[in-house]
Every structure is written in C-alpha cells, then in structure tokens.
C-alpha cells in the first residue's frame, strides 16, 4: 500500500501588516515514490512553500504533518539543495558534506563512512580533500547534493538546484540523479522540485502542482505519466509542455474562455522585467511571421525564452495594457502596437500613460511626489510602505521595477547615491 509521506494542510504565509497573503490555503498529499516539481510565475511563493517544508520558515497558517504527525525539523526525514551551493570555503569536500550529519551525533569514524558514500554516490569519489575553489560551479552544486543526501532523507526538497548551471552540465547532474533515484540506490521516497523550466519539470517528475499567483495557491495539477527516460522529442512530450506553458500564462482566464481583468493595488509583486526585454518582444511579436499575434509556446520557443523569462514578460505585457492572452495565445493590443511603430520620444508618452493607468504604485509614487513641498522623497519611505504588503525582499524587487519604468517613462528621477526620488515631469497627462 502506498503510503502519504507529507501531508500539507491549509499553509498560508503572509508578511507585514496589511497581512497580504504570500501563499494561501495550500493543500497536498506526496506520497511515497512521488517526484512532485511546483511551477509558476516569479513571486508566486513557490520557495517560501517549500521552505516551510523544509521547517526553514513557520506558516501563518495550517500545518505539516510527516506520515500524519506534526513535522519537527530536529528529525533529518527531510533535506533540502538550494539553488546555490552554498559551500563553507575553508572546509575541504568532505567537511561540507559531514556539516549534514552533525545534528545527529554521530561518531567521528560514521560520519567520515557515510560522507564517503555520498560523496561516491554524486559521482566525486576522488575529490574529498578538494576545496570549493577548486571545483566547477556543477562540480560545487553535486556537493550539495551530497550533503542533503547524506542524512538518508525520506523526502528531498529541490529549490531550482539546476537553474545557475550551463545547460550540459544542468543535464548530466538531472541524469544522474534520475538513476539513483530510480535505481533506489538512495533512500529518498519522494522528492519535491521547484522549477523554472517546463520542459525540465515534465522530463523528471510524475506529478506537477502549477501555483497561481499573488497569492500563491494550487490552480492545478498534471500527472504525468510517460515512462523513464523520456524522450523530450515525442509528440506525448512536446503536448504536454504545451499544456502546462498554457496554463501557466492562462492561469487568470474564466471558465468561460472570457478573460478576466486583473485588478492589482500598490501591493501587487511587478514581474522583475526591463523595458529593453518589454521592448525586444514586442518587437518580435509584431514583425513577421506573427504579426502581432502568436501562440505563447511557439513564441517562446522561437525567443530562446526559459518560462522563467518568458512568464514575467507576459505577464508584464498584459498589466501594463500592451498586450492580451486568451487560449494560449498572445496578441498585441491597439495600444501595444502604437508602441512598436512610434518613436523614441513618443514611445515614452505612450509608456508613461499606460504605466500610470495600470501600475497602481507607480501612479502613488508620482502623485506622492507631486503633493511633497520639494516634490521628492527618499526611495526609503516607499520601500517602508511596501513592507506592509509582502517580505522586505519583493518590496526591493518591486520597487527597483517600478523606478526603472517610471525613469524610462520621465515621470520620476532617481539619485542613486543620495537615494532620493523626485518628480522629472509634472505634464503627465492620466
């Protein structure tokens, strides 16, 4: 029979005062043998839920049972590889992996043994007494592997482990890891991903969870059910990489196919996107072949464009007014296309129109200025207000956004070593 592993009931998490909702409501079962890999678009909370998991952060709600008991992060039944290694320098190989079974108590001599072996299992046998600096970039992240694996986890939690590699490298790590898995020649009974590749998600696991965003909540799920290894060129593949990239970028339609009119306040996490990257796609969405509209995967894919790129460019499109998604397709609005074919200088009226229509925290930050006696205030003050809203990290994000699209569009300046906003131009028409 078998058996629930991890049991999330309820998790919501929220930061500041307005007490905005991060994650909210979240429900799962893993069970034993399940690769689950979590996507969604950038600020969705898909690392604040799986550091909850982990036992790396409290939820504000609800509750994570282990095989139906309350989850106690002094027990090593869950291990976790982050995005960075985060290797200690001065300590060689085989130190950093031992860092793992240090809580347990372990004898000098068992630590040295089972270090040893997971050090041979991630494929450095040979490199124990290497330091850090000494290694590649995916050599150092196989040593993350290593540490987390050598408490013997029931569950491994994955925090997009491949994303900062080359894409070879990326690869040989996922290979080899697919076969111990497989091959349990380790321990683990399920794993959990998160991902910011489609194609990678359902090339490893059997289970995906597509968070929504703000807050971050279960849309849906996918099983996948194609046999191991998969063959990223077969037709099952490639339909199921579409079926995902859709609902990924259609995760706000109706039921009814209508599109429904997203409503965001100075709260809402902007996609951390530049106007030289909103520009270059529009571009290629206007030119031929699309001429202004395009499947969404399609142009993705013709792009060079990861989900992670291309979610948060869409995404940024469809809030400032410049473009729509229905489908799974993307289509440059009126004004979208008023854009592509003005000039330089008209493009920055056009800009800071749209910006200060449909950015809520744009158009605060310009009236606030406008109120102010001097007519500029330091960036500070906004970033305090932000925090009301979401974590101090996506009040930096955010904010850092916002500056750059309302300096692209003249309607503030900012004095970076005095770190001071002021209004540029008072004409802006609304």
């Known amino acids: 029979m078998i058996k629930d592993l991890l049991t999330i009931n309820g998790i919501s998490k929220w930061y500041g005062e307005a007490e905005k909702p991060t994650l909210s409501e979240i ?11 979590i996507l969604g678009k950038s600020g969705c909370g898909k690392s604040t839920f799986l550091r909850i998991l982990a036992g790396l952060m409290a939820p504000n709600e609800g509750e994570v049972l282990y095989q139906g008991l309350p989850f106690t992060p002094t027990h090593p039944r869950i291990a976790m590889v982050f995005q960075s290694h985060a290797l200690l320098p001065w300590l060689n190989v085989l130190e950093n992996v031992e860092l793992g079974l240090e809580a347990l108590g372990l004898s000098h001599s068992e630590m040295e043994k089972r270090a040893l072996n997971a050090i041979d299992l991630i494929g450095l046998d040979g490199y124990e007494s290497a330091y850090p600096k000494e290694l590649s970039e995916g050599m150092r992240q196989r040593v993350g592997f290593a540490r987390a694996l050598v408490v013997n986890p029931d569950i491994l939690l994955l925090d997009e482990p491949f994303s900062a590699l080359d ?33 990678e998600a359902v090339a490893l696991a059997n289970r995906l969870i597509i968070f929504n965003h703000d807050p971050g909540r279960i849309m849906k799920e996918i099983d996948v059910s194609l046999r191991y290894p998969r063959d990223e060129t077969s037709l099952h593949f490639k339909n199921l990489v579409d079926t995902v990239y859709t609902t990924l970028l259609t995760t706000k339609e109706l039921t009814t196919g209508a599109k429904a009119k997203v409503v965001i306040d100075i709260g809402y996490r902007l996609p951390q996107i530049s106007i030289h990257k909103l520009q270059g796609l529009m571009n290629a969405l206007i030119e031929a072949p699309y001429y202004g509209k ?5 142009l993705a894919e013709s792009e060079n464009l990861s989900a992670n790129d291309s979610l948060p460019l869409f995404e940024a499109l469809e809030l400032l007014g410049f473009a729509k998604m229905a489908t799974g397709d993307i289509e440059l609005t009126p004004s979208g296309k008023a854009l592509c074919d003005a000039d330089i200088l008209e493009r920055k009226k056009v800009f800071a129109y749209h910006l200060m229509r449909h950015i809520p925290l744009a158009s605060y930050i310009y009236h606030t200025l406008q109120d102010l006696p001097k007519q500029s205030s330091s960036r500070q003050k906004f970033l305090e207000e932000l925090k009301a809203y979401m974590s101090a990290e996506e009040a930096i994000k955010t904010l ?27 004409e802006v028409e609304e």
Do not use: C, P
């Open 167 to 199: 894409i070879l490298t990326a690869e040989n790590i996922r290979n080899d890891l697919m076969e111990i898995w497989i091959e349990k020649r380790i321990s683990t009974k399920a794993i959990i991903m998160i991902s910011h590749s489609v194609i």
């Open 294 to 298: 395009a499947d969404i995967f399609a």
């Open 27 to 37: 429900n799962l079962t893993v069970k034993e043998n399940e690769f689950v890999s």
């Open 400 to 426: 850092f956004v916002v500056i750059n699209w309302g300096r692209y569009a003249e309607l503030f300046a900012y004095d970076t070593e005095q770190d001071i906003l002021s209004l540029e131009n008072s």
